[in-house]
């Protein structure tokens, strides 16, 4: 027996251990190699634990890694008005191999500009105009983090994103995105100051019209092809897998147009 609506697990890499995920008890079972004994239960892991994934440095020593373990709904972020696409933050706990303890926590910021635009926005007091105009710049937060891959020095999270300022509409309020999380640093993935983190409904806009122009609704699940800088994400509202690419820095691309006009990858 372990925790309370068990979710995600996994072994270390040379399968001494085996940590759970308890969403409802809000902690992590770790297990012996067998998966028959609880020898730990780790606590103060966050709210809602849910995906775990485990780093792998290549040696026979499973002391030295560190266990990754997603908090499935967003946090609020201290004095920030509630409602606000910017109100709540993604938030991943770090565990260690060694200790069984919680040795930090990686803060998933929100995106202030997702590429999509709406007709005014209701906590701003910004009225809309009729005809619409879909001039205001709307942001969204990580949420819903059910799962992470690691892939070189990087980690990632698809997630459906948070976008709670209104007026209502369909490609403003949720946004599909991949977020980044660099294992070295441990923080968010960024490179030259900018976040890596992408959001996969970008560009989409651009698309010809026609049915191959579909929005990547709630992305849930990714996995790495083996030797190749190739992943695929799972789009299960879209009924599809969209192909995810990383550049040498892990930052990735699902080759979307970047402007009217420009040929889709």
Do not use: C
């Not at 977020?179 to 100051?193: H, I, M, P, R, Y």
């Not at 609704?217 to 190739?230: C, D, L, Q, S, T």
């Amino acid at each position: 027996r372990v925790g309370t609506e068990p979710y995600g697990m996994a072994f270390t890499p040379n399968g001494r251990k085996l940590y759970v995920a308890n969403a409802r008890s809000n902690d992590v079972s770790v297990l012996d190699d067998e998966g028959e004994e609880v020898i730990e239960t780790i606590e103060n892991v966050g709210l809602e634990p849910r995906a775990v994934a485990i780093t792998n440095d290549g040696d026979d020593d499973d002391k030295d890694e560190t266990v990754l373990v997603s908090q499935f709904l967003a946090i609020d972020r201290p004095g920030v008005l509630i409602g606000r696409d910017d109100y709540k933050e993604g938030r991943v706990t770090l565990i260690s191999t060694r200790t069984d303890e919680v040795i930090g926590q990686v803060t998933l910021n929100p995106m202030l500009d997702t590429g999509f635009r709406s007709n005014g926005s209701v906590l701003g007091h910004v009225p809309p105009t009729t005809p619409a105009t879909f001039t205001t710049v709307t942001g969204a937060f990580p949420n819903m983090l059910n799962s992470i891959a690691i892939k070189g020095s990087r980690a990632y999270l698809p997630n459906t994103a948070a976008s709670p300022d209104g007026p209502l509409r369909f490609n403003v309020n949720v946004q599909p995105f991949l977020s980044v999380v660099d294992l070295a640093g441990g923080a968010e993935g960024s490179v030259g100051g900018v976040s890596q983190t992408l959001n996969m409904n970008r560009g989409i806009n651009f698309e010809p019209t026609g049915p191959g122009k579909v929005f990547v609704g709630v992305p849930w699940a990714i996995a790495f092809e083996h030797g190749r800088n190739v992943g695929w994400a799972v789009a299960s509202a879209s009924n599809f897998i969209v192909k995810v690419e990383l550049d040498a820095n892990g930052t990735p691309t699902i080759n979307a147009p970047a402007a009217a006009g420009q040929p889709s990858g």
